[in-house]
């Protein structure tokens, strides 16, 4: 890799872990320059994921005021997104990719749908409960523990818009503000990427170099996202979750 290669794969690194603790789909910046560099697809693709882990790491410590109160949510999450990263894991090194990559803009053109609805429809829902006499589950139900593992096979797998994708499902979900939501989905991802990159470490080959950068840029961006995205409004960051996750369904209809 030479310097200016190097220095393009720490900016990637920056430029995802800046948008991962945000809103999510970092991958898509450091995915096409790893490529671009001139990695294997697959190699590419475990780097990343094992770059990746500081920085979320560090967002989630960015987040970790709006972390408060949510340890039995945390819990209860974290072991269905780390079973899903897991089982996603281990579908990337068995499965060819073509069933994910036709499934996946859709199910990121649903999930926009659902955080842009999702202030009515949490309304509409929060009305429903009130004439039935039923409460708001704490942890959302195993409504929510299905779909976060279904996101967290595909976080496994590759990962782009996962974040979207987490951000839809727990705003909807969960009776709870849409950053305190983002702070949980951090961790969440955090633990996803961990699990998938011990399993790529053991199994699969790692271009060391591109690691070093991406944790190197993904950490520093992880505490600039943090600084940022604790100050958008909400309105202002579901429309930033809006554009992003645009722009990862055309990357990924044109990948």
């Given amino acids: 890799m030479s310097p200016v290669e ?25 995915f096409p320059v790893l490529l671009a560099v001139g990695l294997s697809p697959v190699t590419a693709n475990v780097s990343n994921a094992l770059g990746l882990v500081p920085g979320s790491v560090a967002g989630a410590i960015g987040y ?11 819990i209860r999450l974290g072991i269905v997104c780390l079973v899903g990263g897991a089982t996603g894991a281990v579908l990337l090194v068995t499965l060819p990719s073509k069933a994910f990559d036709a499934i996946v803009p859709g199910l990121v053109g649903a999930a926009l749908v659902l955080v842009v609805l999702q202030p009515r429809l949490a309304r509409t829902l929060q009305a429903r409960r009130a004439r039935e006499g039923t ?45 305190r939501v983002n702070g949980l989905k951090n961790v969440l991802a955090a633990i996803v990427n961990g699990i998938a990159a011990i399993f790529f470490i053991v199994i699969a080959h790692m271009d060391w170099a591109a690691v070093g950068l991406i944790a190197a840029g993904a950490t520093i ?13 909400p309105t202002a960051l579901r429309a930033l979750i809006v554009v992003v996750g645009v722009v990862a369904i055309v990357q990924l209809v044109l990948r």
């Fill in 6 to 30: 190097a220095l393009a794969v720490l900016a990637a690194g920056i430029g995802a872990g800046t948008i991962n603790t945000i809103v999510g789909s970092g991958t898509l910046i450091t």
């Fill in 64 to 74: 970790r005021r709006e972390l408060t109160g949510q340890r039995d949510r945390l």
């Fill in 135 to 179: 409460a708001v589950p704490t942890h959302g139900g195993p409504v929510l523990a299905i779909g976060m593992f279904l996101a967290s096979v595909y976080g496994g797998y590759f990962g782009a818009a996962q974040g979207v994708l987490y951000l839809s499902l727990m705003g909807l979900l969960l009776d709870d503000t849409l950053q």
């Fill in 221 to 233: 961006g992880g505490v600039l996202g943090a600084r940022v995205g604790r100050r958008l409004p």
